[in-house]
């Protein structure tokens, strides 16, 4: 297929039996209506392209992915992709992050990835790890549940070890260059997504925080 717009991209989307847009119906079912097994659940919030929900997919197939975005044309080319080569362990769900609980249910998720979100320079209530995005993720995660960050942005990772500390969460791994790493993990220096790319092109270091939500 040639260059594909945006509009054809968003009708194309809805159509993909892999993609979901505003599905209540689904909440609790995921594992036993959408992908049919017990496996854990991981969800990469405002997913973009879906780089990382497919890399992760591909890499972890004993577990299921979720990538969420609200716009439908960016989510087009992960969920293709996943369909043309027969990834069925992953699936994409338009929907706004803020009203995340009502698509899942409480316990139904087990890890978040959030990947070069936007910083929200000027809004600190719409960072995606401020404590009221993190509460809500935790209505919807089991105990234990474990986040993600990768980012390029310092004063968003300073921040978020900001909302750890004020809320004295345990951090597994904390970086503010993972490729200075000896043994950084091959999911994280081998899945770069579209910014990732455009910011190491332009010299800027990745920071990384695992913690516990």
């Excluded at 087990?110 to 600190?124: G, L, N, R, S, V």
């Excluded at 990772?157 to 900001?162: G, I, P, R, V």
């Amino acid at each position: 297929m040639g260059k594909v717009g945006k509009l054809q991209k968003f009708a194309e989307v809805t159509s993909f039996e892999n993609c979901y847009e505003r599905a209540p119906e689904l909440k609790g079912k995921w594992k036993s209506d959408i992908f049919k097994n017990d496996n854990p659940i991981t969800v990469e919030l405002a997913c973009g392209k879906g780089e990382y929900t497919i890399g992760l997919a591909e890499r972890f197939p004993n577990r299921n992915f979720i990538g969420i975005d609200v716009k439908g044309n960016r989510i087009w080319k992960g969920a293709k992709y996943a369909l043309e080569n027969k990834i069925t362990n992953v699936a994409f769900h338009r929907l706004m992050i803020g009203n995340i609980e009502e698509y899942f249910a409480m316990g139904e998720i087990d890890e978040f990835w959030i990947t070069f979100p936007d910083p929200q320079h000027a809004k600190k209530r719409k960072r995606l790890t401020n404590g009221m995005f993190l509460n809500r993720y935790r209505a919807i995660s089991k105990p234990g549940a474990i986040m993600n960050l990768k980012s390029d942005s310092t004063r968003f990772y300073e921040f978020t070890k900001e909302i750890i500390a004020e809320q004295n969460l345990e951090v597994l791994q904390d970086s503010d260059d993972i490729y200075a790493w000896d043994d950084i993990p091959e999911y994280l220096a081998n899945i770069q997504t579209f910014y990732e790319k455009m910011w190491l092109a332009d010299g800027k270091k990745i920071k990384y925080l695992r913690y516990i939500l």
